[in-house]
């Protein structure tokens, strides 16, 4: 395939099969090299990023920029989301994992141009699981990264973990040109250690997601959005922050609810 370097699809499939605690993959030398450099070369700075896209800042998950419009993209990396989106990746992406029907999401929810500066991360978790407005679910995250000269220092590493947040089964560095796959599931528990590189670095990747129509065969019907988790050593986050936080957002909620539903008697009776 034309931007990719070529890949064992056969001995990919085994490995993805026998992966635990859930289908995930790692691939290095993913893209072409030439192609690889030149969307490198095209991330735009952090402060670029900021004006650009989405900054995150909770408990969480903060430090963190997305850049979901592709209208804002460089042209190297508009390439790259077509190339992720096309029929024949997606064919390849059915065969090497097993699942059907796979569809890319031309919104990119969620996804995107991911920009990490140093101080931030990315707390295990299960992601959102279905998109109402389009009737899909979600099955399989694609992360490629875009980062030269990365230390073990510098952490910012994909974490997988059991459902029960105990065991850590895989850690995979985002060095330049990886890219990192997996199943999407009530169980697909990962998170991304903080990031501790020098200042005027980042931690760059692009992320793909993709759906299907189809039911999955495990899904029992709840719909939810992200739902993190604490690591085994983050007593502190996992006992009183992340609860502190989520009692915030549901007052915040509850009160949006409260307004919005103030405003519609109040228009009616006028």
């Known amino acids: 395939m034309e931007l990719i370097n070529n890949i064992d699809i056969e001995e990919l499939t085994l490995k993805i099969k026998d992966s635990k605690p859930f289908p995930h993959f790692c691939i290095d030398d993913f893209l072409e090299a030439e192609f690889a450099n030149d969307i490198y070369q095209s991330f735009p700075s952090y402060l670029e990023a900021q004006q650009m896209g989405r900054n995150f800042s909770a408990v969480n998950e903060k430090k963190k920029i997305q850049i979901t419009d592709a209208n804002k993209f460089p042209e190297a990396i508009l390439r790259l989301h077509h190339l992720l989106a096309s029929p024949e990746f997606i064919s390849m992406l059915e065969k090497i994992t097993g ?18 500066n140093s101080g931030g991360h990315l707390d295990v978790h299960v992601d959102f699981n279905f ?5 899909w679910h979600r099955r399989l995250n694609l992360l490629i990264y875009f980062n ?22 895989g850690s ?8 990192c796959g997996f199943a999407t599931s009530e169980i697909s528990f990962h998170g991304v250690t903080p990031v501790k590189c020098p200042p ?7 992320a793909v997601y993709y759906y299907t129509k189809e039911t999955p065969e495990d899904w029992q019907g709840g719909v939810h959005s992200t739902v993190f988790k604490a690591r085994p050593d983050e007593w502190l986050k ?32 006028r």
Request: glycine letters at 10%; charged letters at 25%; one cysteine or more.
């Open 99 to 116: 699942i059907s029907h796979l569809m890319a999401d031309p919104d990119l929810i969620g996804g995107g141009i991911h920009e990490t």
């Open 131 to 135: 998109i109402p407005q389009k009737q």
């Open 148 to 169: 030269k000269d990365w230390k073990e220092e510098y952490g910012g590493y994909l974490d997988i973990w059991d459902k029960d947040i105990k065991q850590c089964y």
């Open 172 to 179: 995979f560095a985002p060095i330049f040109n990886r890219a």
């Open 200 to 206: 005027g670095q980042m931690r760059q990747s692009f």
């Open 238 to 269: 996992g006992n009183i922050l992340m609860p502190v936080e989520e009692s915030i957002t549901g007052t915040k909620l509850a009160w949006g609810n409260i307004k919005a539903k103030a405003k519609k008697m109040l228009n009616f009776t």
